[in-house]
T-cell receptor, first 115, second 113 residues
Framework: ETGVTQTPRHLVMGMTNKKSLKCEQH?????MYWYKQSAKKPLELMFV???????ENNSVPSRFSPECPNSSHLFLHLHTLQPEDSALYLC??????????????FGPGTRLTVT | AQKITQTQPGMFVQEKEAVTLDCTYD???????LFWYKQPSSGEMIFLIY??????QNATEGRYSLNFQKARKSANLVISASQLGDSAMYFC??????????FGAGTRLTVKP
């Protein structure tokens, strides 16, 4: 596999469920990101991991819990979600974060619906 | 404050014609990068083109070119010879120094046959 992959592609869950989103990058990058894309809103950066260390958490509610076991894998654990959490969740990766020139490569996203 | 502004929610272009998608940005950091991404209905964000703040020439990648006007703080994307497959959402993004990338609200481009 190449690039950035995400599973599952679609997820429907109830508000009391616990589920996890998985992201894997095969590009040798050392930074990974979670974004949330809601209808009619700009992409919202949620979490950033640089060399497996979380370096940013943009005031994301605790019902979203990220995990980065190594530089190739990133998880987003979900529990007790709300209907307004329904969105497209995109994972991305990039080379070092220290230079503004490094573009991010995105996965296909997980379309999450909370019922 | 909004860092990236895309004022065109939707644009239409005839197949084989050129189209310009607007993007303005706001920063006081002298070192920044500007990016354009394409998002088809499948959802994946596809990187198209990059322009650095110190680059002297406008970036080009195939049919994509970036009209970089630093003094006006604009970084418009020009797509030449539009194809039906170009129909998608297009996002402008900026990264200031070591900070994370921020995205605009996007422009939906529809290419008419």
């Amino acid at each position: 596999e190449t690039g950035v992959t995400q599973t599952p592609r679609h997820l429907v869950m109830g508000m009391t469920n616990k589920k996890s989103l998985k992201c894997e990058q095969h590009l040798g990058h050392n930074a990974m990101y979670w974004y949330k894309q809601s209808a009619k809103k700009p992409l919202e950066l949620m979490f950033v991991y640089n060399f497996k260390e979380q370096t940013e958490n943009n005031s994301v509610p605790s019902r979203f819990s990220p995990e980065c076991p190594n530089s190739s894998h990133l998880f987003l654990h979900l529990h007790t979600l709300q209907p307004e959490d329904s969105a497209l969740y995109l994972c991305a990766s990039s080379q070092q974060r220290e230079r503004s020139s490094y573009e991010q490569y995105f996965g296909p996203g997980t379309r999450l619906t909370v019922t | 404050a909004q860092k990236i502004t895309q004022t065109q929610p939707g644009m239409f272009v005839q197949e084989k014609e050129a189209v310009t998608l607007d993007c303005t940005y706001d920063t006081s950091d002298p070192s920044y990068g500007l990016f354009w991404y394409k998002q088809p209905s499948s959802g994946e964000m596809i990187f198209l083109i990059y322009q650095g703040s110190y680059d002297q020439q406008n970036a080009t990648e195939g049919r994509y070119s970036l009209n970089f006007q630093k003094a006006r703080k604009s970084a418009n994307l020009v797509i030449s010879a539009s194809q039906l497959g170009d129909s998608a959402m297009y996002f402008c993004a900026m990264r200031e120094g070591n900070n994370d990338m921020r995205f605009g609200a996007g422009t939906r481009l529809t290419v008419k046959p």
